[in-house]
DNA sequence: CTGTTAGCGCTTTCAT
DNA sequence: ATGAAAGCGCTAACAG
């Protein structure tokens, strides 16, 4: 089935058919109605592949995020793809997994000629970074801020939610404090700003359980017995992840300790789920659906040939106060 | 840059271009490699659109969730795209969210010609029916089972889910049994199997406290106060989801019940989530991973022309024993 | 091993 | 308001 095999049937041009469907305003309401009697009946389906190449428009935005099982993307994925739909937009989505370069992943999608591509953070390789630049495709980075996009950007300053959580203990009269701390890019950058704060109070050493991956359950049980086994006197736990705190939590109650009581605990960033526990958890709020609708919303401008006021966005984060501190 | 560019500066033909790119192995290895500096030096990159619509393969799967920001689905989605990224595929994301018809994000996508078709459950209009498997291309639906699939399914029975959590309660001594139960199809299956086991012990009456949208945690606490404020007399509840459940014994505690002391409660489906709490959740857990692998499998099995042995794959679930019963 | 020819299915452009 | 011609960039098919 070809739009010629449509033509054909309804009697008309295959250009005619390709108005009906596109652009009916341009077609009689006869020939119109004539053409969409025979899509139905025959269950037609224009074929986008042809369509995308000869009008140079794939209505395809790429979308890369780092693994999404930590859930910390998903109300961003939500929000990017819903915003993307309403405007007849489709995701294609991209998963740099460990394992996986990204920019053979992005070097990939550059192929299919997206209108737009949204990428999770700032860190990309210099040759990735030139590529997209000359590749004049609109591209939001996004969850974090620098002052040097390769175009637009939506984010947040991690080096200053790392000195709020900082801050945040010190006002709570907390001098011993611990970190659980997962191993990706953001996250040291959250705990460089938390420990220059720390520094300039007096505090410059800091015991840290280290975790190689970002922040999984498991990972934040080991990670207090890691802090309490050395044998350092903590009095408050910083977490980079809202799940590393919750297995930190969950350590804390196995062996008695209790929270807030003897140790104060802090997360970050998946919010919702920082009050899925008990004690529901101190955190710094992301809102990471307004993420997500503001990439949208660049991107689209940028294709629709507007240019854009704000090329940065910075969305800002919130602390959030619960029991557990 | 197209072919042709990079054919001219290499001095030979564009066929031979695209032979050095995609097959490699039949071409001199000096021609390989003048096409290949010419292509590093000038960051050509192969228009797929046109690749695919000569082709006609469009090296594309399409993938359709339900709203994804549940969390239910983020292991299916993340094991689905590494399997099928290993083998050159890349994945188009459709959210049929809340307010949206499946059927139209489906047209969308069928034009896209993806070579094949991820769904999550069974519940499809029957002329989205119609015009997949007129498509002809190979389609795998998930997360529910059913004898007569639109052409393969990878899933598990929920009937048979909820059955099991019946079983489980009764054998824990529960007569006493409330829901707090979500509002979604295949939720609705559950319970359904939930309460025949029930109504086989002699248990009829059920009270229940139905939440409009599949499971938020506050939907669990209030699920909890309706069943509650029922003044129907429980000693255990069970919960369409574990996100329900958390929100059940958050309310539970901040009413002073204890769990499992005064109120057993049981969820379903997140597995990994039902750790993260305390007490730490019993529940059935479902491999959403090897959902996703096996579908990935199934799919590039038929895109290669094998016939898949089995259709329908039913990969069961697990009862998962924890401390909250 | 390399090249020539043709055409995938659609939409742009220009004409009527 | 409709159509004819052309061609988007690539690769299948065939030839040498």
């Known amino acids: 089935m070809t739009i010629r095999d449509v033509a054909k049937v309804a009697g008309v041009s295959p250009i005619t058919v390709s108005r009906a469907l596109n652009h009916p305003e341009l077609v009689t309401p006869d020939t119109l109605e004539r053409v969409r009697s025979v899509v139905s009946r025959t269950g037609y389906v224009p074929n986008e592949i042809a369509g995308s190449l000869r009008s140079r428009r794939s209505r395809i935005v790429a979308a890369v995020f780092p693994q999404i099982t930590n859930s910390m993307f998903v109300d961003t994925i939500q929000a990017l793809s819903d915003c993307l739909r309403q405007e007849g937009y489709q995701v294609l989505l991209g998963l740099s997994s460990y394992e996986e370069r990204e920019d053979e992943l992005i070097a990939g999608i550059l192929g299919r000629r997206p209108e737009g591509i949204y990428l999770t953070g700032i860190g990309h390789a210099p040759d990735t970074r030139r590529r997209l630049i000359a590749s004049h495709i609109p591209v939001v980075e996004a969850w974090d801020l620098t002052p040097t996009p390769i175009d637009m950007l939506v984010g947040f300053s991690h080096e200053k939610a790392g000195e709020a959580m900082a801050r945040y203990l010190l006002a709570k009269g907390h001098r011993d404090i611990g970190l659980v701390w997962g191993n990706d890019l953001r996250a ?49 736990v910083a977490c980079s992840s809202d799940v590393l705190a919750q297995g930190v939590i969950a350590e804390a109650q196995d062996r008695g300790i209790r929270i807030p009581g003897d140790i104060a605990v802090m997360g970050f960033g998946d919010f919702d789920f920082a009050a899925h526990t008990s004690p529901s958890l101190t955190t710094i709020a992301i809102e990471k659906a307004m993420i997500g609708r503001l990439a949208a919303q660049a991107l689209l401008a940028r294709i629709q040939g507007k240019e854009v006021a704000e090329r940065i966005v910075d969305v800002g984060f919130r602390l959030v106060e619960r029991d557990s501190t």
Do not use: D, N
Not at 202 to 211: H, R
């Open 188 to 236: 040291g950058v959250r705990r460089k700003g938390l420990l220059s704060v720390l520094a300039e109070h007096g505090i410059p050493e800091v015991p840290t359980g280290l975790e190689p991956a970002p922040g999984m359950f498991q990972r934040g049980r080991e990670g207090l017995a890691e802090l309490l086994g050395s044998g350092a006197r903590v009095s408050a």
